[in-house]
């Protein structure tokens, strides 16, 4: 299937490993021009070096920026024109108690986590309004519905970021600007394979025995009976970065595998 998305320019913040580097590697597919981002800039440029190897052809730029720190996100604010595509898809998470969860931890995630997509969003939405056409994605989480007792703070900044998206499509009557949500399941990404992989050492486990032994006691009723897998995710967010999907708006689209008993 032909996606029309040859000659689009996207921006996806937290690009350059896990869901959002497969997000790239999908929409370079495509045709589109990427603009990858990470908090270091040598491990962005080494992304995008990596994202060059697999696309020669392809137009790819990288923007170092650490979305804790307002002055770094600015700058990166300045360098984004023309952009047809947003992927709001920069985060972090972790298990941690309620009652050990300080005021700065709070404030920490919902900076990096929701603040990153409002700031971005508000840069660029006016611009696709003008132009009638644009893409606005959000990558939330099952756990912005479904909160999870030790992941309270994560959680919380996931339903932030549905609410703020199902908002801003409120904004885009009469054009083909669209604002979506993905809520993603358990998925295998690069910071949950290094938590894996330290567990499993520390308790000289096989790795695939801990996925599965992790999976089971968190969400066994997944329908995949495993992780997804980054591209899985990919895939959802490049068809709603599509044409084709235009009459897909202010939607929070499930790529759970059923990990979500309602919506």
């Known amino acids: 299937m032909d996606l029309k998305l040859n000659g689009k320019k996207a921006f996806i913040s937290g690009s350059t490993q896990g869901i959002g580097f497969a997000m790239a590697q999908q929409l370079l597919n495509e045709g589109v021009s990427v603009i990858i981002n990470g908090r270091q800039k ?3 440029d080494q992304a995008k070096e990596k994202l060059q190897e697999q696309f020669p052809d392809a137009t790819i730029s990288a923007i170092a920026a650490d979305f804790s720190k307002k002055e770094e996100v600015e700058k990166l604010l300045l360098q984004l024109t023309d952009i047809d595509i947003l992927i709001n898809n920069v985060g972090i998470f972790g298990i941690e108690d309620f009652e050990n969860i300080t005021d700065d931890e709070w404030y920490r995630y919902f900076e990096i986590n929701v603040m990153s997509s409002v700031r971005l969003s508000r840069h660029l939405l006016q611009e696709m309004l ?5 893409r606005i994605i959000f990558i939330s989480s099952e756990s912005g519905v479904n909160i999870p007792e030790n992941m309270i703070h994560y959680g919380m900044t996931k339903s932030a970021m549905s609410a703020i998206a199902n908002g801003l499509s409120k904004l885009t009557k009469g054009t083909e600007v669209t604002v979506n949500t ?4 358990p998925t ?5 394979a290094n938590v894996m992989e330290n567990i499993a050492e520390s308790q000289n486990l096989d790795v695939e025995v801990m996925k599965n032994a992790v999976l089971q006691q968190s969400n066994a009723h997944i329908l995949l009976q495993r992780f997804i897998d980054p591209s899985e995710m990919a895939s959802l967010a490049t068809y709603l970065s599509s ?3 235009v009459a897909t708006n202010g939607a929070s689209l499930r790529a759970d595998s059923g990990v979500l008993k309602i919506v």
């Open 182 to 185: 993905i809520l993603g399941g």
């Open 130 to 134: 003008n132009k009638k056409w644009g």
């Open 243 to 245: 044409p084709l999907s």
């Open 42 to 44: 040598e491990k962005t």
């Open 188 to 192: 295998y990404s690069d910071g949950v």
